[in-house]
């Protein structure tokens, strides 16, 4: 077993079949090229609430970590991190989530935009699971990631985003009777207001941790709302409060270009 890892010499998969490695990208390209396996980079951040649906929903999937398991090989790339912005910039990468698949030449094959169920990802990475995608030549460890060939007929298939509720469909809509202490102040401001909603959360700690590093990045204005909904306490992440639709549009396109994505709420007090 010893002799064996020493072989290897790179980091495998967790348990439970997870397609992600924790490795650099150049131990995940030579992997890929000593197994022939496709890679994909998934390009995420902790506070975009669509990244947090695609985690829990898309990559929960058994069926997909399945074919996974046995056809690809991953890497979350998250851009708060230092290497995550590096490589943002350098596959000009312009929304969260995003995945980026490559053949186990380097190859870029193909740009998915947007929170992706786990059965549309699994027919997309399908038809790029060609013999020709799995053939490699072999990547050696000095080679800059720079230096990894192009896609020279690069197919580049986009997948927008989709809206991803904010709460199971199966859930009650939130009281307006259960708002919490933070949310008063524009009780006494307005009769109502429109917001730019970025985050629900099932634990106020998460949600404060959210917050926290929303603001940071964003330098806006973000309150939580305590909220009922069918029995369970949920906490809603607010950017902003405005008398009028169009200043809420505003706010949401200014938090889409920090890759935040959220959508328009109209608040009755």
């Not at 979350?76 to 000009?92: F, H, K, N, T």
């Not at 940071?216 to 204005?221: H, I, K, L, M, Q």
């Amino acid at each position: 077993m010893l002799l064996l890892a020493l072989f290897w010499g790179l980091p495998a998969a967790s348990a439970n079949n997870d397609p992600f490695l924790d490795c650099s990208i150049s131990q995940l390209q030579e992997r890929s090229a000593e197994e022939g396996k496709l890679y994909f980079l998934l390009f995420t951040a902790d506070f975009v609430m669509t990244c947090q649906w695609m985690e829990a929903e898309t990559f929960a999937d058994q069926g997909l970590r399945s074919y996974l398991e046995q056809s690809y090989i991953g890497l979350r790339v998250d851009i708060s991190q230092a290497e995550g912005e590096r490589l943002q910039q350098q596959y000009e990468v312009t929304q969260l989530p995003s995945v980026l698949v490559f053949s186990a030449r380097g190859q870029l094959l193909g740009r998915h935009i947007g929170a992706i169920p786990a059965e549309e990802l699994q027919s997309s990475l399908q038809a790029y699971d060609l013999p020709a995608n799995r053939q490699s030549t072999q990547i050696k460890t000095e080679v800059a990631e720079a230096d990894i060939l192009p896609s020279p007929q690069p197919i580049l298939q986009l997948s927008m985003p989709r809206l991803v509720p904010d709460v199971p469909a199966t859930t009650a809509a939130l009281s307006s009777t259960a708002y919490a202490p933070e949310a008063q102040a524009a009780r006494q401001a307005y009769a109502s207001y429109f917001t730019v909603q970025i985050g629900v959360f099932g634990s106020r700690a998460n949600a404060e941790t959210a917050k926290a590093q929303l603001a940071a990045r964003c330098s806006v204005d973000i309150h939580i709302v305590k909220g009922l909904s069918n029995g369970s306490t949920l906490y809603r992440l607010y950017a902003g409060q405005f008398p009028e639709r169009d200043a809420a549009i505003a706010q949401q396109r200014r938090l889409a270009g920090r890759y935040v994505e959220g959508f328009v709420k109209h608040i009755q007090l």
